[in-house]
Every structure is written in C-alpha cells, then in structure tokens.
C-alpha cells in the first residue's frame, strides 16, 4: 500500500495474514519518508491496516523493529507491545530486533 502526496509516494506499507496462525496479521513493512515523519502519515496506515484486519476477523497485528530503531517509541505510542525479542542472522550481519504486538480486539 502506497501514501501519496501531490501524486509522489511518501509511505508504504506491506503486510500479509500469517501462514499459521489466520488470526494475525503480520506487518513486514512500514516505510515513511524521513521529510514526511510526524505528520501522522505512519499513524494513518498503521489505522488502514487495522480497519481492514478487524474487518477480516483477524485479532491481533505483529511486526519486527530493531532494537536501536527510533521508530520503536512510535509503535509503542500506537499501542505495540513487546512480544519476544530476536537476532536474527542476515548474511553477515544480525538483525537483532523486538518482535511487537498489537491485541485489535
């Protein structure tokens, strides 16, 4: 999913149903541009996708964020909790990142 403004891109976000379990969604991506950061455009997608998720019957979202990542606070604002952390090899480096949760309903 893709956010414009003026027709140029500005955000994406990619997310998919969880192969095992149909009641999460997972959320691989959520990308905004730096220029574009604390205007809500996170916040607005982050609202897309659990409209959509309460909508198809799933309870609860997850994603990935580093550990070291900024946008750890954003997602706790937005109400993600901590649900296991993880490091993750890739390639030569380690991903070392928390695993968060959202409980929609």
Do not use: C
């Not at 946008?71 to 991903?95: L, T």
């Amino acid at each position: 999913m893709l956010a414009e403004d003026l027709n140029t891109a500005v955000a994406f976000a990619g997310y998919s149903i969880s192969d095992t379990d149909p009641t999460l969604l997972k959320v691989h991506k959520l990308y905004v541009q730096h220029a574009e950061h604390g205007k809500g455009i996170g916040r607005l997608l982050l609202q897309y996708i659990e409209n959509e998720s309460l909508k198809a019957g799933i309870s609860k979202l997850e994603l990935n964020v580093n550990r070291q990542n900024k946008a750890f606070d954003f997602y706790k604002r937005q109400g993600f909790e901590i649900f296991k952390e993880e490091d993750i090899p890739y390639y030569n480096y380690w991903m070392n990142d928390f695993i968060l949760r959202k409980q929609l309903i």
